[in-house]
């Protein structure tokens, strides 16, 4: 478990584990696109998220009591020594209905774009979204990446200018202070653009690991009508986004369960599809 600096260690007794687990979890589809969606319930033959290996990975830790938003209160369990714990039962309610909509947007070959800048988690948000060749933002979010994609785009071809010039030795015929001062542009747009520069449009749908870490996505995102699937704690509006996944998004090992299956739920889309069209 991963300590804030803001907070003291998360914590739970064995017996809330235990009451948490054996509770029979249920299942929800969110529907509808834009700022308001509606959660209905229907049965997914395939959910495979489970109870007992999300407390195992610690998705229950909310943040201080003292620290929760009023509209997250429907997903809390209760308190245990200051902080809160979530209901996992609606946890894997609204999970499931996060990878539903995930796998249909994979089977229309759509784009999602993950977003994650915590220290802590950033690499596994890098990871994932290689794995499954989609673009990403680990480090720094840039401003008007959404809003104002042209103007991204356009730094998108540039930098991507500096790079072919680069492999091709075209540097060579520069002095030592020209190459210098190209190497250090070219690793600061690595440094901005290298998870997005394969992307060529605004993507269908954002991913976002904290949706308080990195709220300027999800504001950039809700302003151009894009769904956001995103971890939502205890002290986040769950309202902000379009389909919350209520857990703990400080813990890499709540934040690496989470994206697993996120990641198995794209990639199994993508053999799905792949295979009706092998068929066809």
């Not at 003291?8 to 529907?31: C, F, M, Q, Y």
């Not at 690499?123 to 990446?145: F, H």
């Not at 747009?189 to 992307?199: D, L, P, Q, R, V």
């Not at 934040?255 to 009706?276: D, G, H, P, R, W």
Request: glycine share 6%.
């Amino acid at each position: 478990m991963v300590k804030t600096s803001e907070e003291a260690p998360r914590k739970i007794s064995k017996a809330v584990k235990k009451d948490t687990a054996k509770k029979k979890p249920k299942e929800t589809l969110s529907t509808g696109e834009g700022e308001s969606v509606v959660a209905v319930p229907v049965t997914s033959p395939e959910s495979n998220t489970d109870v007992g290996e999300m407390t195992a990975a610690g998705l229950q830790f909310g943040h201080k009591t003292s620290r929760v938003d009023p509209k997250m209160k429907v997903y809390l369990y209760g308190a245990r020594n200051g902080i809160h714990i979530f209901d996992l039962e609606k946890t894997k309610e609204k999970f499931d209905g996060a990878l539903n909509f995930i796998r249909g947007l994979v089977s229309q070959g759509k784009i999602i774009l993950f977003v994650g800048t915590k220290i802590q988690t950033k690499n596994l948000i890098k990871q994932v979204a290689q794995e499954c060749g989609l673009p990403y933002v680990s480090e720094r979010w840039l401003g008007g990446t959404l809003t104002n994609i042209d103007t991204i785009l356009k730094r998108i071809a540039y930098f991507k200018d500096l790079e072919q010039k680069k492999s091709s030795g075209m540097t060579g015929k520069y002095t030592k202070k020209e190459q210098a001062n190209f190497d250090k542009e070219l690793k600061e747009m690595e440094t901005k653009f290298s998870g997005i520069k394969n992307m060529n449009q605004l993507p269908d749908a954002v991913f976002v690991a904290d949706i308080m870490k990195d709220s300027l996505a999800v504001k950039e995102a809700r302003s151009k009508n894009i769904s956001v699937i995103g971890i939502a704690d205890t002290n986040c509006n769950p309202d902000l986004i379009n389909y919350p996944i209520p857990a703990n998004d400080d813990s890499v090992s709540s934040v690496q369960y989470i994206l697993e299956k996120v990641k198995e739920a794209i990639l199994n889309a993508k053999l799905k599809t792949q295979s009706e069209k092998t068929i066809v």
